[in-house]
């Protein structure tokens, strides 16, 4: 099979799959552009943070360590090499730190061992007796997955470079080591993450040994071989088998992982019954364990999912990596199934979840995301901060946001012979073969999608519009007049033969939306969220008057709010939003009911979009805003 050059994901011809991704240079983000913003700002500010801090914290000195090159002790997580992989790939997907990717090219080469083991912190003679001997916790097979991933970019973004092959050569000699190891094992990792990457290398190679390991790992996963003593079998999705599974349960990153090597395998061997329980297990998860922001994981002692309706807001974990993660299990399952619900979960969780965890500098970064932080909140330790740090002790999530950015163009439009789908959108151009499109949007910020049709074509095409589901009032014009147009499953679709200069404009209505919980939700009973459009709003204490406490602030829901636009600043629309303070007890703790009324004045303060919470001074912030009961 020879080298085919997409995005990260990409299914062999034969798997199963009602989608299919877009070639490469089909999709080109332009900056000015929400989507494009973020991409440019990745490639010039978030990726070279990423390649100084390898250096500032010892990453590469790691690997230095192994060759000989550096006689210092091993620093930061013993699977630190990942954060390594990760940025590796960032730049392959971006084009860019070519010094970078060539310095990291030859120093994974020259720590590889004979027989294709990599990782710098078993190779430590300290830690040699240790290889393979404690996989629940060793991270070794999660750290060569990364290894691949990296080099499933390298493979598809610079097949011809020698710094590509270099790595893609690496990387398929740790495979090789894995399935000569691991071919006839019950054993897995307590990490998953190699099994998406082993299937992506077979679809990068055409080598089936790899994806018939992914395979063994998927089906070996579920029965109790991993050493659980400490956060018991669920943690490691360990204690039954995954087609067996009826809730997602344990480490949010471990379990959507997991999923998403699942759907890679079964779309490849065409098991449709793997792909049903990864739709069951999401399912599960969306239903009853999903903030309103897309993040997932209510706990912080082992980063998990909790009981149904267990969100708290202000003991939201929301891991940036299960964000990340949820986001790319959504994407397999859309290729897979083609239904609009899992685009409409990556633009929740992308522009809510994953976008919250970065600073508009691109410096700075959440890994845990929070839907309130209190006031007198202490936020000096890195597990619960109250504004976003340059780097972590285990920094897994800046790399990982590096990588997803650097490749997000890929992930908004699908194409074959059907027509071309767009499902998120963000100013720029959509090819794939002779159809091709310029998108130009202020979306999420303006209701208005512009199409323009850049090449005429022979024979008709559908042009496929996702309508999201928080939409109610969807309208669409072709040439300035309302056009027909077949609205099924989610998507409006035009199929018709076009021209050059056609236009397009698809117009998705955002009012401010009150949006309350599941009454099972006790933490948030009550309350209510401030939706318009894919946009999640907070109040923060910055803009709450001097001498008010936010948490004393309750909403009358029959008020008015009303939507102000700023332009170009750092909050383009922001919500003003009437409000009024609730008197509080001075007499303890608790007290005999009824409550005290809100007693101060009506009010009014602006809410901001929760993606872009604190990048002004630190404060308490909430998303579940109370609500002002009737004698209020």
């Not at 199934?337 to 410096?363: P, Q």
């Not at 932080?373 to 109250?386: F, I, N, Q, V, Y």
Request: aromatic share 8%; charged share 20%.
């Amino acid at each position: 099979m020879s080298f085919v050059s997409h995005g990260p994901v990409v299914p062999t011809p034969d798997a199963l799959g009602v989608l299919r991704p877009l070639p490469a240079g089909a999709v080109r983000l332009t900056p000015g552009g929400l989507l494009g913003d973020w991409q440019a700002r990745n490639a010039g500010a978030t990726l070279p943070h990423c390649i100084d801090q390898l250096g500032v914290h010892g990453n590469l000195t790691n690997l230095r360590r192994v060759t000989g090159d550096a006689d210092a002790e091993f620093a930061g997580m013993w699977f630190a090499d990942t954060d390594v992989h990760k940025t590796l790939e960032a730049a392959f997907w971006s084009g860019s730190a070519p010094a970078f990717v060539d310095e990291v090219a030859a120093l994974l080469e020259k720590a590889q061992d004979p027989d294709g083991y990599l990782n710098s912190f078993y190779q430590d003679p300290a830690h040699r007796d240790r290889q393979w001997n404690e996989l629940h916790y060793s991270h070794e097979m999660y750290t060569a997955g990364h290894l691949v991933q990296a080099a499933v970019a390298a493979a598809r973004s610079a097949p011809d470079e020698p710094a590509a092959q270099q790595v893609l050569s690496v990387a398929r000699r740790f495979a090789d080591l894995l399935v000569q190891r691991y071919g006839d094992s019950p054993e897995v990792d307590g990490h998953p993450e190699v099994e998406t990457a082993l299937a992506e290398l077979y679809r990068v190679t055409g080598h089936r040994p790899y994806l018939d390991l992914a395979g063994r790992f998927v089906t070996n996963r579920g029965h109790g071989t991993l050493d659980a003593s400490r956060f018991g079998p669920r943690y490691f999705q360990d204690h039954e088998p995954l087609r067996e599974s009826t809730e997602v349960t344990g480490h949010v990153v471990r379990q959507l992982y997991l999923l998403a090597g699942a759907v890679d395998v079964a779309v490849e061997t065409g098991d449709t019954a793997l792909l049903e329980t990864a739709e069951r297990l999401w399912d599960s998860a969306l239903d009853s364990r999903t903030y309103i922001t897309g993040g997932q994981g209510s706990r912080h002692r082992d980063e998990a999912f909790g009981d149904p309706y267990e969100l708290p807001p202000d003991r939201a974990y929301a891991e940036t990596c299960a964000a990340i993660g949820s986001f790319q299990l959504a994407w397999r399952l859309l290729l897979a199934t083609g239904k609009v619900k899992y685009a409409d979960e990556m633009e929740r969780v992308l522009h809510n979840g994953i976008a919250g965890s970065t600073a508009l500098s691109g410096t700075e970064f959440f890994y845990s995301n929070p839907l309130q932080l209190r006031t007198g909140h202490d936020g000096s330790h890195e597990d619960a901060p109250s504004q976003r740090l340059s780097w972590y002790s285990c920094a897994c999530c800046p790399p990982n946001l590096a990588r997803l950015m650097a490749s997000l163009h890929a992930y908004l439009a699908t194409g074959g012979p059907g027509g071309l789908q767009l499902h998120l959108y963000g100013t720029g151009t959509f090819s794939d073969g002779g159809r091709a499109v310029e998108v130009e949007t202020s979306y999420p910020w303006d209701e208005q999608i512009t199409v323009t049709v850049t090449a005429t074509s022979a024979e008709p095409w559908a042009l496929s519009l996702r309508v999201p589901a928080w939409c109610d009032d969807a309208r669409l014009t072709v040439n300035g007049n309302p056009a027909p147009a077949h609205a099924e499953d989610g998507y409006l679709r035009l199929h018709r033969v076009w021209h050059a200069g056609d236009r397009i404009v698809l117009t998705l209505a955002m009012p401010t939306r009150l949006v309350s919980a599941h009454p099972r939700v006790d933490a948030t009973r009550g309350a209510v969220a401030l939706v318009r459009g894919p946009l999640v709003y907070c109040l923060e204490q910055a803009d709450v008057p001097a001498g008010v406490v936010l948490e004393d602030l309750c909403l009358d829901p029959h008020s008015s709010l009303t939507v102000a636009f700023h332009g170009d600043g750092p909050f383009p629309v922001t919500l003003q939003v009437p409000v009024r303070a609730r008197a509080v007890s001075d007499t303890g703790l608790y007290g005999t009911w009824p409550p005290a009324a809100a007693s101060g004045p009506n009010t009014v303060v602006t809410a901001v979009p929760y993606f872009l919470w604190a990048n002004r001074t630190p404060g308490p912030m909430r998303v579940w805003i109370p609500l002002a009961s009737r004698e209020e």
